[in-house]
């Protein structure tokens, strides 16, 4: 089975703040305010990490969830995150575009 | 052989708002006189106002059936803004500070041109344009916030005396920068500014400033109170709603970031209330 490689798009504004993460699409202002789980995707995207090792590092470490469930909802989680041009998905490595346009934090660390 | 032209009549008045300059120019005096009564005191004449921030050449073209329903559409192409509705097609180009309206004599058209290009310069600028009544009271600025419905006429028609009305429909936010004595810039806040831009009430705002102290965002119930909420939820409401327009994404994410900076330095809380003027007792 092919790897699967997510990357945040860089043309979307980010922010973090008391915990919640949103996101509004450069395309058409749409508000986006990512859960709990699609956060951790988010901020774990940069293109090389394949998704399944981010499901197992960061997901199912935080998470009581079976791996092969936990790798099943992120690929749909991805696929639509994807289909609103916040994220980009790819069976190869993503290399770096831009620096992460429009992302920067507000009271919270990530 | 005698000229076969004819010298049309330039005219020309200043409209400001926010303390920006836009110098509109039309053939017509009806036209004209029209536009000085709509924006009566944000209007300032062609000769006094020095050089405006834009230039816009009005064409008045007949009256046609509109599609009451037609969006808006802002997009920018080589340095040039174009906007379009079904009632009026407009560019300008910040570089040369110019553009031109094409419209029927009708005030509709050219106020939703004036917000849109007011709402792509503030942008730049750390601003916006928001749907929210707004007032001064003891020299300070009050916004609040809601959507059609959520009490923005209402408080606006229960303000006392002494407090200043500024719109009862759409805030002008100007975030204001200051320069320290060592030059460095600091950023001193944020201005809010009387607006010709009325909702229900019909009245047009003073052409005044004050410094923002707070933002509301109103509902409607059973007690007057003020609560406080959590920035992410502040920071949601506001990007609710901003006016926003542009099919831009370097500008959606210069007024993304705006909203947070906002919500960063200036209260913001929930302002339930009855419809009865004791709601002022808590403002200012």
Request: charged share 25%.
């Amino acid at each position: 089975m092919s790897k699967l490689y997510v990357a945040r798009n860089p043309k979307v504004a980010a922010r973090s703040l008391d915990g919640e993460m949103m996101i509004m699409s450069g395309r058409d202002s749409t508000l986006f305010t990512l859960n709990k789980t699609a956060t951790i995707l988010w901020q774990s995207a940069d293109g090389t990490t394949p998704l399944d090792e981010i499901v197992a590092r960061r997901i199912c470490s935080e998470f009581e969830v079976e791996p092969i469930e936990a790798l099943h909802d992120a690929e749909n989680l991805a696929r639509e995150l994807a289909s609103h041009e916040i994220l980009q998905i790819s069976e190869e490595p993503i290399p770096p575009r831009n620096p992460v346009a429009g992302e920067s934090r507000t009271g919270e660390s990530q | 052989m005698p000229e076969l032209t004819t010298e049309v009549e330039r005219l020309s008045l200043v409209i400001e708002i926010g303390g920006m300059p836009v110098r509109v120019h039309t053939s017509d005096r009806g036209f004209l006189n029209m536009l000085q009564d709509r924006y009566a005191g944000f209007v300032t004449s062609a000769d006094r106002a020095g050089r405006a921030e834009i230039d816009f050449d009005i064409e008045l073209t007949p009256t046609r059936f509109v599609d009451p329903e037609a969006g808006v559409r802002v997009t920018r192409r080589q340095g040039r803004w174009t906007i379009e509705r079904g009632d009026f097609r407009a560019e300008w180009e910040p570089a040369s500070r110019t553009g031109w309206i094409r419209q029927s004599a009708n005030p509709y058209s050219i106020d939703a041109v004036l917000r849109i290009v007011h709402t792509l310069v503030l942008a730049r600028q750390g601003g916006f344009l928001l749907h929210s009544a707004s007032a001064i009271r003891n020299g300070k600025a009050f916004l609040f916030a809601g959507v059609s419905e959520a009490g923005k006429t209402t408080i606006s028609r229960l303000a006392p005396p002494d407090a200043t009305l500024l719109t009862d429909e759409i805030s002008y936010v100007r975030k204001q920068d200051v320069r320290t004595q060592d030059v460095r810039k600091e950023d001193a806040g944020y201005v809010a500014y009387g607006t010709p831009f009325t909702g229900e009430l019909a009245k047009l705002g003073e052409n005044v400033s004050a410094p923002v102290a707070a933002l509301y965002l109103l509902a409607k119930g059973a007690e007057n109170r003020i609560d406080p909420i959590p920035p992410a939820v502040a920071a949601r409401s506001l990007l609710a709603n901003l006016l926003f327009f542009a099919e831009d994404e370097e500008l959606v994410q210069a007024t993304f970031h705006s909203a947070f900076e906002f919500v960063s330095r200036v209260p913001v809380s929930r302002l339930t209330f009855v419809p009865d003027a004791r709601v002022w007792e808590l403002i200012g």
